[in-house]
């Protein structure tokens, strides 16, 4: 089922993916979830804030149902199973339990959620936040991407009603229970030799965005003394952070710059950088930012996600149910998931992690095998199944 995926907004030269949200390759990822849910004579529903749902069974009947699923979209040059993994494990799953002829008693649900990464406007999980609420409709509206579009506009382009944004509790209520299937990133079930796992935690992280203002001028005319180039502090910026981080015991990443105006023969008017900066403890996570602070003109967070520890109860049922005669591994995470978001707003939610052999992620190389993505689908779909029974 990945296989007519492999090409959707695949770029020739590197292997790795461009998908966007609301670009032309998100919008062919989201024709290709319709059809797929048409295939199965599912209930295929798109919410206000572009989330899609495919539905085995009725969720508006008064029981809220099982949700299992993912996202489409990716970072910029990112693998080809962070996201899709889920979704297509979710169909999988489902068929499975249709030729194991279970009947779900509860609703059975298949989600896709929109703009998990943010590559394009900068904000993670977007979808799942407006959904819940933890995203104000005012705030996303006005998020711009790089070519200066605001969210608002895109989703008008695209035929969506932008006004319509905002928490939904109507489309949150038939969520009793959320799974979401995903590609490890780490190697952590290498270690482990297992190919399959069950996430415990996620940690706080967050985004911010630092500007360097400065005075443009010209490369060789311009004495050093009288210039105000804000490449230094920015470069003094990204050493600092990596040593806060290792003094601290967390992460931190400068992934992303924009330097205007952007000439090599001249000294930029602004640079602009984005930190992301996770890790366990949240305090430290904050010490970090608030130590580099001083360093940038300005400072202005652009998402921030606390701790999310899963559902104790529902994490070690699924590793039994997931793990056969060995409960399957537990384990942490530094990545952010639209799961995380949910479980934050009260959905009981949970995690399985399909083994990558490499390691990586958010990168071409991010890996799974094909006997491990099979391992995964029998997993979900024995979660599902003790789920709904
Ligand atoms: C999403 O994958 C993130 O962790 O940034
Ligand atoms: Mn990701
Ligand atoms: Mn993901």
């Known amino acids: 089922m990945l296989e007519p995926l492999a090409h959707i907004g695949r770029d020739q030269k590197t292997g790795g993916y461009l998908r966007d ?222 040593q806060a981080a290792e003094r601290l015991g967390v992460v931190a990443t400068v992934g992303k710059i924009r330097v205007s105006p952007g000439n090599a023969n001249a000294i930029p008017g602004l640079v602009s950088a984005w930190l992301d900066a996770r890790g366990a403890d949240e305090r430290a996570v904050r010490d970090l930012v608030a130590g580099l602070a001083g360093t940038a003109s300005e400072v202005s967070e652009e998402s921030w996600t606390p701790v999310v520890g899963f559902d104790a109860a529902l994490r070690d049922r699924l590793a039994r149910v997931a793990g056969g005669d060995t409960p399957a591994p537990i384990l942490p995470t530094g990545a952010g998931h639209d799961a995380g978001i949910l479980a934050t707003a009260g959905v009981l939610s949970a995690m399985l992690f399909v083994r990558n052999p490499t390691g990586v992620s958010h990168a071409p190389d991010e890996h799974a095998e094909r006997a491990d993505c099979e391992a995964g689908v029998v997993a979900l779909a024995d979660v599902l199944e003790d789920l709904c029974r």
């Not at 529903?45 to 979209?73: F, Q």
């Not at 996201?83 to 979710?90: C, F, I, R, W």
Request: glycine share 14%; charged share 25%; with cysteine.
């Open 21 to 242: 949200a609301w670009s032309d390759a998100d919008l062919e990822l989201r024709e290709w979830f319709a059809g797929e849910a048409r295939r199965r004579g599912l209930d295929l529903h798109e919410d206000r804030n572009g989330n899609l749902w495919a539905w085995w069974g009725d969720p508006s009947a008064g029981r809220p149902g099982v949700v299992t699923g993912s996202h489409l979209d990716s970072v910029r040059q990112g693998g080809a199973y962070d996201g899709p993994l889920g979704v297509v494990s979710a169909f999988a799953a489902l068929d499975l339990l249709k030729d194991r002829g279970v009947t779900p008693s509860v609703p059975l649900g298949v989600a896709c959620f929109t703009d998990e990464e943010g590559a394009r406007f900068g904000v993670p999980c977007m979808g799942s936040r407006l959904l819940t609420g933890a995203l104000s409709p005012e705030k996303a509206l006005g998020l711009t991407d790089d070519d200066g579009d605001t969210l608002a506009d895109v989703m008008k382009r695209t035929g969506r009603d932008p006004s319509a944004l905002g928490r939904d509790d109507e489309t949150l209520a038939a969520v009793g229970t959320f799974v979401e299937l995903h590609v490890e990133q780490g190697r952590g079930l290498v270690t482990e030799g297992r190919p399959v796992g069950v996430a415990s935690a996620i940690w706080p992280h967050g985004r911010w965005r630092f500007d360097f203002h400065g005075r443009a001028d010209h490369a060789g005319t311009t004495r050093l003394a009288d210039r105000d180039d804000p490449m230094l502090p920015f470069a003094r910026m990204t050493l600092a952070a990596r």
